[in-house]
């Protein structure tokens, strides 16, 4: 795993206090665990296919990128029906990886087939060709792919700017799972809550010096698995920007903006407890070092409807609030 970087920190942050252990996954509630050697799979059932649009659709993120709309960098913006609130860094150095940690909400999804998702992005190739390689990582509502409005953690790849290569989790070959005490796709609990307690992931992404493979990381130390690195173009290299944020699908299937919720539903101004956050962003280096990210640049499409609001501290190093509540009288 990547070298943390030693760095002074102090805790001028009276939320840190606030934050309890990390959220875990409701299937370890009654104890159950993988036997040796085998690694946990949520099970998949009719259902499940039945409610994607199509064989070919079912566990992909279906985005086509519109370059006319493109007067911005980062990831897919201006693609249809796809909103985002996202912090993110670009360098000339080469980056080996991302880490963040993410508090988990459980925000309200209007549609079947919208969702609403907290992730890293790892990102390489061109925005606006055919080529775009990404990796992703975070947690994610999505009534569609798993048939309830639980928040669950999850991974996405794809080497093709989401035309027809990778998927989410384990529903196509690709992610090689190595742990057999997480299940990717399963429900996170406790979640935080309003005005409550706060319980948050730290997800690690980096790619092995030495193989060249992606490796993800839940925690501080425990390895979930792997993208190997022949599933990709430009990050069988290395990546050349990072994203950290939100996104939703918006249908407006009711002809106007849906209401379906980022993080938690709230503006990033009303602050800790109410709005949802990243916080300690980092990078891996070239030396295979993690390293805090100072310089962030923020995005979001449609401020009256989701938005971002990043800041520093020496506890919580650079962080963002951010999200909203989709429909409201300044977001139709």
Request: glycine content about 10%; hydrophobic content about 35%; some cysteine.
């Amino acid at each position: 795993m990547p070298q943390i970087m030693e760095k002074e920190r102090s805790v001028d942050v009276e939320e840190a206090a606030n934050v309890l252990e990390s959220a875990w996954q409701l299937w370890h509630v009654n104890g159950t665990r993988c036997p040796k050697g085998t690694v946990p799979i949520r099970r998949n059932t009719m259902n499940d296919v039945l409610r994607a649009k199509s064989l070919f659709d079912f566990g992909k993120k279906r985005r086509s990128i519109d370059p006319d709309r493109r007067t911005e960098k980062p990831d897919a913006l201006g693609t249809s029906g796809h909103e985002h609130a996202i912090a993110y860094t670009e360098t000339s150095s080469e980056i080996y990886g991302a880490k963040a940690t993410i508090n988990v909400w459980d925000p309200k999804i209007e549609e079947v087939n919208e969702f609403s998702l907290s992730q890293i992005w790892i990102l390489s190739g061109s925005f606006v060709g055919p080529d775009l390689n990404s990796i992703e990582a975070g947690w994610q509502v999505s009534p569609e792919l798993y048939g309830d409005n639980r928040p669950r953690l999850f991974t996405y790849w794809m080497s093709d700017s989401y035309q027809a290569t990778g998927c989410y989790n384990l529903l196509c070959s690709g992610f090689i799972q190595t742990n057999n005490k997480i299940a990717i796709g399963a429900a996170i609990s406790p979640l935080s809550t309003f005005k409550g307690n706060q319980f948050d992931i730290t997800i690690l992404i980096w790619k092995d010096p030495k193989m060249g493979n992606w490796w993800m990381g839940l925690g501080d130390n425990t390895l979930v698995g792997y993208w190997p690195a022949e599933l990709f173009t430009h990050l069988a290299g290395h990546a050349t920007t990072v994203e950290w944020g939100g996104e939703v699908v918006n249908t407006r299937s009711s002809g106007r903006h849906t209401t379906t919720q980022m993080g938690s539903g709230h503006f990033p101004d009303e602050g800790f407890g109410k709005a949802s956050y990243f916080r300690n962003l980092e990078i891996v280096d070239s030396d295979n070092s993690l390293v805090p990210v100072h310089d962030v640049k923020i995005l979001a499409e449609n401020t009256e409807c989701y938005d971002i609001k990043s800041s520093y501290s020496n506890e919580w190093g650079t962080y963002f609030y951010y999200g909203g509540p989709g429909f409201n009288p300044g977001c139709a």
